[in-house]
Antibody
């Protein structure tokens, strides 16, 4: 059974960066994609980007180009999402999910990132 | 970029009733790349249907998906108490995007 475990909640200042990890166990990590999806308070789901580790090249939603870095460490089956130049509108729960060119069949528990001065 | 529009925004129904949720794409999409998720408050989404009409593992048969081209539907044949939640459609092809969600609430 696939499990995705994410890092704990973070509080960040505007203008700073945040890096969230997602450790995958119980499944094939390298050839499966990992995507990142966020959900602002009371809002819907927003796809941010994803990566298939064996290909290494991430894909980003246009909205996040230049501010988002997604990476993966095959040695530890862990995916990372780093968002820079944080602003208050980036306050959200950030989810990782298994899937990229396919449906998102397993999800992490979510990481709350709060951006506040 | 493909935009997915879900309707209605909110569906008020009673347990045992049938729920019909719509997802319309701004341009034709392959049904192979259309999924539905259920999200309860404070939880991660859960995959219900993929490839427009294939139920995910462990999903009861009261959930069914259909559609093609630009119009897709998720039907819950008889609502159970645990089905009251928010449902999202999702295109996972070359342009990955979610609909804005439909809330199914208890009347």
């Amino acid at each position: 059974q696939v499990q995705l475990v994410q890092s704990e909640a973070e509080v960040k200042k505007p203008g700073s960066s945040v890096k969230v990890f997602c450790k995958v166990s119980g499944g094939t990590f390298s050839s499966y994609g990992t995507s990142w999806v966020r959900q602002a308070p009371g809002q819907g789901l927003e796809w941010m980007g994803g990566i298939i580790p064996i290909f290494a090249t991430p894909d980003y939603a246009q909205k996040f180009q230049g501010r988002l870095t997604i990476s993966a460490d095959e040695s530890t089956n862990t995916a990372y999402m780093e968002l820079s130049s944080l602003r208050s509108e980036d306050t959200a729960v950030y989810f990782c999910a298994r899937g990229f060119g396919g449906p998102f069949d397993s999800w992490g528990q979510g990481t709350l990132v709060t951006v506040s001065s | 970029e493909i935009v997915l529009t879900q309707s209605p925004g909110t569906l008020s129904l009673s347990p045992g009733e049938r729920a019909t949720l719509s997802c319309r794409a701004s341009q034709s999409v392959s049904s192979s790349y259309l999924a539905w998720y259920k999200q309860k408050h404070g939880q991660a989404p859960r995959l219900l249907v993929y490839g427009a009409s294939n139920r995910a593992t462990g999903i009861p048969d009261r959930f069914s998906g259909s559609g093609s081209g630009t119009d897709f539907t998720l039907t819950i044949s008889r609502l159970e108490p645990e089905d009251f939640a928010v449902y999202y459609c999702h295109h996972y092809g070359s342009s990955r995007t979610f609909g804005q969600g439909t809330k199914v609430e208890s009347k």
